[in-house]
């Protein structure tokens, strides 16, 4: 009986579509697509409209082709994510075509038949929409479909489920001349709903946008439906690992990550993503696993993101240790190596781009999970959602016939296809903290939020601790919104309860894969006289400004220890940790016990790369939490002031006549962090507009 979860279900909506254009109908139906990952993964497939438009040079009706451009997500993109192309140049262009020797040059033409001026770039996939003679075309990659498409025997078993409405094309890889050769076949055959290609999606078409978009969804769940009723419910030949549970995978994962990062970072830094979904615990506990992963992946959008193979460990958990794992590394790592440089070698050509990175980006773990890890979390997460598809087309495809990957030279000369290098070189330059890993404590309050801000802006990815959980999650709120969800991670933390310290710690690590940056900035705020200072007073100031600090830079410190990888520690301090203050004994002294701390960690980071800086402020009364208690009436009352009078007060008892903010502190934290303070270490950095008493000689 086929399960909920098989169903795939018709979201077109006729009062949401009334009135709307064809180029809305357009969008429309692509997001619908893209909406549901079954449909089409992340990035994946595009979407075409043929429209009359009114040409802007003649005024006349032109028929216009809107497709999906290069690069976007069917499922987010909006109208500007479309190219326009005049049909009348696209079909010109066969006159230009001089075989398949030479398709790559048709790339370079495509500008030239843009409509309006368009500035999105057209796909490599545009030839493919612009000759099916029907208005409305789709093309994208479900799994189910390309289940059938991997396999040994499909097409034959395309005839055999689609009763000859789907046509049939080996695989080919995507260009101009697989776009010559799917109008070949429409017009030997018109009746045809759709196309299968071999090894990689399928197109469909209609004369509307809804019955193209009915279409797709019909041949998706005639597909799933014939999976379902050939699978036996022992899926890659039966397990044969028996899953750690939940608990214990996360914690394997704490202590593999950051090690593993490290060991994966040698040609540059990478961010990780650990998935432990059932799909992925029963793919990698399973008989054939190794066997299957060992074929490849089969789409071209597979593997253009998780590199033709993963890494499998040969992992027991009922008898192996992560322990032991960690000590087999540098083998498994340099044998995978070996491996793909051997598979570059057999498969270049003279002309072929340098090899690029030869470490995996996928690795599984039998009993554990998945592994990802990419040049930002984004790409990192994505590659290993892209290798659960993987896994769901080779459960598919075993369940019907044999499953079979891409020939070893047809992957090689997709993954190193000039125009996708040209695409690389596209990139822009990578942020200065782009990989940079940064855990922030105090991260609610506002020097901490400042920071994340210019952490972020500058490429790191941020885990926030905080012991406000309401305010942590408006700032997790705030920040998603803006910086994407990949960027950011919050979690609360007691800085002073030693296992709630370390339970943050290993949660940015199964978050992101490992630390580069600590800032510890968790604080409070008291004062009194000398004589009406309580032990409670004295051992509170001590216990987070002081045991938290160690607690958290112990931690910290760990993590950089085991990735084996520079990182960079700095403690916000206060003036107050060199100049004392009257009625803040506690205070002044936990913070002068916060640098010298940071002195000593920095004695001993040195010799391994981590760096131990103090960033000093004073007098940051806007948008500080520490403020928002008694300690501005405290020390209004110090310095015998109304509480309004003490932003001009701190101003103008500085020697520059000048207020500090969060975002100055933030500034001081970002200098530390990045490569240009590369060369300090144990140094103190006041921010607090000048302050006699405070200057460190």
Not at 638 to 647: F, I, R
Request: a neutral charge.
């Amino acid at each position: 009986m086929k399960s909920a979860k098989s169903t795939i279900p018709n979201n077109w909506d006729d009062k949401a579509a009334q009135g709307l254009s064809e180029e809305q109908l357009l969008l429309y139906r692509s997001n619908l697509l893209g909406s549901d990952l079954r449909v089409t993964n992340y990035g994946g497939g595009n979407t075409s409209a043929k429209v009359m438009m009114k040409d802007p040079l003649t005024g006349k009706e032109a028929e216009v082709m809107w497709v999906k451009g290069s690069g976007g997500d069917l499922g987010s993109m909006k109208l500007d994510g479309f190219s326009t192309l005049y049909m009348e140049k696209l079909h010109a262009l066969k006159g230009l075509y001089r075989g398949l020797a030479q398709e790559d040059e048709m790339v370079g033409y495509l500008p030239h038949c843009t409509f309006n001026l368009n500035p999105r770039a057209a796909s490599i996939d545009t030839p493919l929409h612009a000759y099916i003679p029907v208005k409305h075309v789709d093309h994208v990659h479900p799994d189910s479909v390309i289940a059938i498409a991997a396999t040994k025997n499909g097409e034959a078993i395309t005839q055999k489920v689609f009763n000859g409405e789907l046509g049939w094309l080996p695989w080919q890889r995507p260009g101009y001349d697989l776009g010559l050769k799917l109008e070949a076949m429409y017009k030997s055959n018109p009746k045809l709903k759709g196309i299968m290609l071999g090894g990689h999606g399928f197109f469909t078409w209609g004369d509307t946008s809804k019955e193209c978009y009915e279409n797709t969804l019909h041949v998706i769940q005639r597909a799933q439906d014939y999976i379902d009723s050939k699978d036996d419910g022992k899926p890659f030949g039966g397990p044969v690992i028996t899953a750690l549970d939940a608990t214990q995978r996360q914690e394997f994962a704490s202590k593999l990550m950051p090690a593993l990062r490290g060991k994966l970072s040698k040609v540059n830094r990478k961010i990780g993503h650990f998935n432990d979904s059932e799909e992925v615990l029963t793919f990698v506990g399973s008989k054939n696993a190794k066997t299957l992963a060992a074929l490849g992946t089969s789409c071209p959008d597979h593997f253009l993101r998780t590199k033709i193979f993963p890494m499998l460990v040969e992992f027991n958990p009922a008898k192996d240790t992560v322990e032991g794992m960690l000590t087999s590394l540098d083998n498994l790592l340099e044998a995978y190596r070996k491996d793909y440089e051997a598979y570059y070698k057999r498969c270049a050509s003279p002309t072929s781009p340098a090899v690029r990175d030869p470490y995996p980006v996928i690795i599984l773990v039998p009993g554990i999970g998945m592994f990802s890890f990419a040049n930002d979390k984004a790409t990192a997460r994505i590659a290993g959602e892209f290798y659960v598809n993987a896994i769901n087309v080779m459960r598919g495809a075993a369940a019907m016939d044999e499953y079979v990957g891409l020939p070893e030279q047809e992957a090689f000369n997709i993954e190193y296809w000039a125009l996708e290098e040209a695409k690389l070189q596209r990139m822009p330059k990578a942020k200065p903290l782009a990989a940079r890993i940064a855990l922030i404590t105090g991260g609610a309050g506002g020097i901490g939020k400042a920071t994340a801000r210019r952490l972020l802006g500058e490429g790191a990815v941020v885990c926030l601790t905080d012991i406000d959980a309401k305010a942590l999650a408006e700032t997790e709120k705030e920040f998603h919104s803006k910086y994407g969800k990949d960027s950011v991670r919050v979690v609360t933390c007691n800085v002073t309860d030693e296992q709630s310290v370390i339970d943050s710690f290993k949660f940015c690590v199964r978050e992101f894969g490992g630390l580069d940056i600590l800032v510890s900035n968790a604080g409070i705020s008291s004062a009194s006289n000398y004589e009406d200072t309580t032990l409670d007073i004295w051992n509170k100031n001590i216990s987070i400004l002081a045991t938290g600090y160690f607690l958290v830079s112990r931690s910290g410190y760990r993590i950089m220890l085991e990735q084996g990888l520079e990182g960079s520690v700095v403690f916000i301090a206060s003036k107050n940790a060199l100049a004392a203050s009257p009625g803040a004994a506690a205070y002044c002294t936990a913070k002068a016990a916060e640098v010298h701390l940071a002195r000593c960690l920095a004695l001993e980071g040195a010799p391994r790369g981590i760096r131990v800086n103090v960033v000093n402020p004073d007098a940051v009364l806007r948008g500080s939490k520490i403020w928002q208690g008694d300690w501005r009436k405290e020390r209004a009352e110090a310095y015998n002031l109304a509480e309004e009078q003490l932003e001009e007060h701190y101003r103008n008892r500085s020697l520059l006549k000048r207020s500090v903010f969060p975002e100055d502190i933030a500034e001081a934290v970002y200098f530390f962090a990045g490569d240009a303070s590369a060369k300090s270490t144990a140094n103190i950095l006041n921010v607090d507009a000048g302050n006699n008493q405070s200057f460190t000689r």
